[in-house]
């Protein structure tokens, strides 16, 4: 069975412009994402899939295999789908190309649940996201290729096609199988904000452990959460 992590990417972020390429310890963040993804065990490729007017400056940027499919941008169903049939994948894994601190063991996860027989064609498993719990930045989704063949075919509705997760989520037939992390803890990248504060994690955990997770993170931010509450500075 063939699994291959299908990154979604593009320049034209309307919140915060061209995060794609913001660098993270001089290293564009997509890029850290892509590397992170190689490091899961259970996993034969790993691309970038981005829309056609994208794929050069991303191509010039990064050391990735980038693939830009002939479809409208914001369908990510079609992409998707488009990618992995040209693949010819078993399963894919949609990592979001706003999540630079993703754990390798987490698509892990979820690429044994499915090997297992956890996975179904209406049966989404992520470890993504926890929209009851408002955290994201973790994992991925794990969707069958006859699953994104049948969601292609019938999903019409634009904003399930450019949010497919949404689309199972809103029939009540996700599976959230990833850890359970502290109530609102985000590692996303939408805003100017959200950037400076992964790349304060990225310039603290980066350079002792370029193979730093979640557990690093929490640490250093409970932390400095600690040592804001008693007033000191940081590295006293």
Request: aromatic residues 8%; hydrophobic residues 40%.
């Amino acid at each position: 069975m063939k699994t291959v992590v299908i990154i979604q990417q593009r320049m034209g972020s309307t919140r915060l412009p061209g995060k794609a390429l913001l660098p993270l310890c001089g290293i564009p963040m997509t890029q850290h994402i892509v590397d992170r993804a190689k490091r899961a065990k259970l996993v034969d490729e790993v691309v970038v899939a981005c829309p056609f007017k994208d794929a050069k400056i991303l191509g010039e940027a990064l050391n990735a295999v980038i693939i830009a499919p002939d479809v409208p941008e914001n369908d990510l169903i079609g992409r998707y789908y488009t990618v992995a049939k040209g693949m010819e994948a078993d399963f894919v894994v949609r990592v979001s190309g706003d999540n630079p601190c993703i754990e390798p063991a987490e698509i892990d996860f979820l690429v044994a649940a499915a090997n297992g027989g956890a996975c179904g064609k209406f049966l989404l498993l992520m470890n993504s996201e926890n929209f009851r719990k408002q955290h994201d930045g973790f994992g991925g989704e794990l969707y069958m290729i006859a699953m994104l063949e049948w969601m292609n075919k019938t999903i019409e509705e634009p904003k399930y096609r450019e949010h497919p997760h949404k689309f199972w989520i809103q029939l009540q037939t996700d599976v959230y199988c990833g850890k359970e992390y502290p109530e609102d803890f985000r590692l996303d990248v939408n805003t100017q904000a959200d950037y400076e504060k992964i790349r304060d994690i990225y310039e603290h955990c980066y350079p002792q452990n370029h193979e730093f997770g979640i557990k690093e993170i929490l640490e250093y931010l409970n932390g400095k959460n600690d040592l804001e509450k008693r007033n000191l500075p940081a590295g006293k």
